[in-house]
């Protein structure tokens, strides 16, 4: 059944309005003329706008005066509208008087609105004229209340589709950006006297078309444009429906803009003073009502950061655009060949709380195509498979909103833990951008390499980036076709990620993107099995840290290779050749001088890499270290070669600023760690010149977990525990009290959960299974609110 024109659709428009005209003045003739010759008949709604498609409603009003008595006009009215129904037509009536038709109806704002669109048709011109008289008046003293109902309602139905264009099989009529919403439009201009320069014959040309076609296909009022419906409209229903998408935002975009003004003119003093979230405002943005305006508009085309830091700032606090800023925002990027962000950038809309948000905004106001061209290819793409729900790119977005409201406790803890959501939510970003022809996953890596050169990523941001794309689809296979209780599932699990913090980064991926699917993908069973592969994962990668060992490097040179001998290869994976070139370089300084430190600031943060030759307790030496100058250790690894020399890496905030402030203090820093190194300075001692603060207890439990199986030559120790000040040296002063050797040591901060793994031997075996509970019973025992007078997180004999 092909598609009308739209001039073939407005014809037949004009067409059915003057049949219906025909037949419903007809009835008025047979049955009210006589019986109510004061009575109006009008036609309200769609009737009264003359857009009747084939299997429409017929909106008829019966206009009295005031003075007749509605109940003495039962009999006649029930005969007229006897006669419609029987004429084949449905009918939709109602029977006031004019007073009522003059009353705001808050219980029953549809009444309101119906007579936005009235149309005499027929009978006495008496109560039709009292109406057109008085609804001058009523406008003036009620609009504004007629509008706010209007957009309660509106938001209300929008509210039913989840606030979104992007439904696969959308409703024409109803759905955000329909043929209801162009009406929207329509009235509150006429509310406000708000007209704007928008041109809704376009969105009606593209949209009238389709209603008729869906009427006449099944015989009655559908509006819902289902697959096989799309199938049916032409040969090419995946551009059909990229065409409805855009046009729906089109009008999507003109309609917020209408309700907010709606909104706006009806905010009450009341209102105005809880508006607290207006002291968000700065220099660059004004918040009113939870919305954001541009403080200095112009500011626009002199300042190319600005959208960056509006884009932060909105995901920053979970505010929304106004939609004049978001219309300023389009006429920039439409004419204004914008250059995209560099990566400090994108981290900045990346890093918030909220960073669905700020891309959300970026989307609607163009600002993500004008960055991303290669987006073109994914905006209102369908992807006809009769399981997703969402076009590619509000997939995309509803998949880095998910992490941002996830309700299983475990995948919300795994969030709590990384330590890097940026990277995650660029890799989502694009990780289907190459959808729409061949190998997705392939194209999205060639497009992603592309884009992340131009944002210029570190190259190890990079590589992870491209990793999560790369693989985003292996653990929902896995989940699917493999047995999860299989020791070779969990090894290959464990190759094709890595480390620890990649397999984090690709469940949390794996998560987000099975929940935007549609919003019953992620079933309880399904959230269950990509738990079990990610435990299963984990535990692997874990015992590997002890088990898997670096043996003559490909293509490195001898000295680096003789270096690298034995080294974990955990650090083979996490750290690029030059990082290992200049480790190197500072075990060569080290063997000089006993001990060698390097102290860098990165990105906030600072690092501090140590090379020396291994001693007990020397790991938990350095962490005292760190503690005694009041920095707070974040993560750390300690590695040992096969000659006995030990890399240990810490990566610490400075609250007290004692780095930024002093730039002479690293040197001192330095200095320090050398002689703790060389066992010349005291720890214990050093930490009671600085006593640490206690806390508070914290809301997490402590626990502590053996392993005798994840290596056959140490027992692997895990713990998670509050973290405060001192408590990594705690630990490992515990493990070193109780003569253990760490061989390996991997140590996370995520807010304030640590997560502590410890590889222990005593005697150069895995300790005794009898050494196990007193051992709990000390590391809890230290995993208290301040445990010692030494305190300050990391720490354990090497």
Known sequence: MPLLTSMEAA???????AEVNARVIAAWEAHLSAAIPAASVLAVGGFGRRELFPQSDVDVLVLLPDSVDLQSCRAPVGSFVQQIWDDGLRLSHSVRNVNECLTLHDANAELNTSLLDRRFLCGAAAAWSDLERGWPQFLRSRGKDLARNLAKLTRERHAKFHNTIFQLEPNIKDSPGGLRDLHVIHWLGGLLGSESGFDSDGPMSFLAPLRFFLHERVGRDQNVLEFDAQEQIGERPGETMRGYYRHARAILTETNRRLQSAEERNASLLDQFRDWRSRLSNQDFTVSRERVYLRTPAQLESDPDLPVRLFAFLGRHGLELAADTEARL???????KSAAPKWPGWRSILLQQRASGGLRAAQNAGALVAWIPEWRRIECLVVRDFYHRYTVDEHTLVAIESLEFIEDSRFRDLFAE???PDLLRFALVLHDIGKGSGNHVQISMELA????SRAELPPLDFDTVLFLIDQHLTLSAMITSRDLADPATARQIAESVGTVERLKLLT???????TAVHPAAMTPWRAEQLWRAYLAGYEELTRELATQRIHDLPDASPVLAEFL???PKRYQRTHTRAQMEAHLELATHAQASGAAVEVKQLNGFYQVVVAAKDRAGLFASFAGALAAFGFNILKAEAFSNSTGTILDTFIFADPLRTLDLNPQESERLEYMLVRVALGK??????????????????SLEPRVRFDNNASPSATLIEIVAEDRPGLLYDLGSTLSAAGCNIEVVLIGTEGHKAIDVFYVTRDQRPLDTGLHNQLRRDLLSVCGPAASASS??????A
């Open 11 to 17: 014809a037949r428009l004009q067409r059915r309005t």
């Open 508 to 514: 949390l991926l794996t998560y987000a993107d099975i």
């Open 449 to 452: 390499r592309a884009i992340g």
């Open 681 to 698: 300075e005291d720890v214990r001692r050093l930490l009671q010149r600085r006593p640490l603060p206690r806390l508070r207890p914290g």
């Open 330 to 336: 389009s006429e920039h990027f439409a004419k204004t």
């Open 418 to 420: 990384i330590d890097r």
């Open 792 to 797: 300050g997180r990391s720490g354990g004999p």
């Open 565 to 567: 001998e034995g080294f």
